[in-house]
């Protein structure tokens, strides 16, 4: 009799086991649905933009105009001149490098020479009267500089190669010494370039690229394809 009610008692016994394994399983899940921030949250997209802002105007036009590209007809030995505007949307004053990029027509290569003269304007108006006696500037030809990729300058009046494109910077000190130009929150800067090529250049179509490069090393690289 005592062993029937020793098995009598023993069977709820063995029944309360899965019933406390399954209260922990539940739990357990309890805890892993906590969740480790307190509030929902916010989000900025920001829409990031250069800096300054460039376009070319014909002639002496300083007017922002938005105009990204013109086209000029000239012929070897005759000038032709533009305007190159920067504006700077920043909040803060942006130091750059301004650079030209002349770029020979398809098939051909610059060998030195190819530009005869570069007069120059920064807008005030105040410059001397050029020999051309149309645009008030200075000549600024022998303080134009060809940008080598590691970043030195080479007088362009004395350059002689061979390369499709030229980086080209007005060093007006002429120390050979790339120096940055600041541009002031929300100023505008335009520069006026009148230029004479060669009689002798070879006909067809060649771009010229204003541009503010933030390294000179760097950005001439980029343009030679190296």
Known sequence: MNKIKEKLFSLPKAKLIPILVAGVLVAGVAIAG??????????TTANVTSPIEMSVNEGRDGTPSGTKSINIDTTGGSYFTFTTVAKNNANNEIKGYPVIVAVAPAGQNFTGGEIEEVLFDDGTGDGP????????????????????PDGNLHKLSEWTGNSQKLVLFFDNNGDGMAQL????????KWNVLTITPNPAIAPGTYGIYAQYA??????ATYQYGL
Do not use: F, R
């Open 34 to 43: 906590l969740v480790n921030y307190l509030s929902d949250y916010v989000s």
């Open 129 to 148: 009267v050029n020999e051309k006696n149309i645009v008030s500037g200075w000549n600024i030809t022998e303080y134009l500089y060809v940008v080598y």
């Open 181 to 188: 130009y600041p541009i002031a929150a929300g100023e505008v």
């Open 214 to 219: 933030s390294d000179l090393a760097a950005y």
